[in-house]
């Protein structure tokens, strides 16, 4: 088995040492700084997760870019969208959690997997409602930013389908179809139609 890359980021030093050798003790994984090779995974520790911990976590965010495992005492008030947008795919009770579950965790963070403790899903799915009723909805798009013009071209060109093609079809002009693309792969930097198709896809909305 292909050994998972773990990169450490704690509060403290101390907490950094006992962290980064109990995880290194494992044939599964291996600990590395981030500065040469790579990450597969991220373990974030911080006893708390205020603001100065979540300027943390958006840096390690925007430096690695890769699945998170957060342990913490107590989410405060983090706003949990921007948890999530952190690629943040599990959140661990730090007083609790066991070192099998650590572990478990960082595996399942490697695989594409998550772990949100039952009240923490709940939030967040009350969370996302909020953010589809309120302020995607009267903006007339879904949870992937997508308009439904936008997913019907989509849908046609995933089909094979030219641009005349999609606009006899839609009953739309070629140049509303091209103006459709343009303005979506531009809102979503998004670099062409493939790039645009796969996107949608991911999303679930084709």
Known sequence: MEQVRVAVQTSDP???VGLASFLGSHRELTVVDGTGE????????????????????????????????????????????????CHVVAILPKATV???QLVDSVLAAAEG???MPRDVLGQLLRRVEV??????????LNASGLQPREV????????????????????????TVKNVIY???ARLHLRNRAHAVAYALRAGVI
Not at 63 to 82: Q, S, Y
């Open 14 to 16: 101390m907490s950094h």
């Open 183 to 185: 303005n979506m792969t």
């Open 152 to 175: 019907d071209v989509l849908r046609l060109i995933a089909d094979g389908w030219d641009t005349e093609e999609i606009a006899q079809e839609l009953k739309y002009s070629e140049r």
């Open 38 to 85: 790579q990450p597969d995974v991220v373990v974030f520790s911080s006893d708390r997760l205020g603001s100065e911990a979540m300027a943390r976590l958006r840096q390690t965010a925007a430096e690695f870019a890769k699945p998170t495992v957060l342990m913490t005492g107590d989410l405060g008030d983090a706003p949990l969208l921007t948890v999530v947008e």
């Open 131 to 140: 953010l589809q009723r309120e302020v995607l909805a009267p903006n007339g």
């Open 98 to 100: 066991t070192g099998t």
């Open 113 to 115: 997997n998550g772990v």
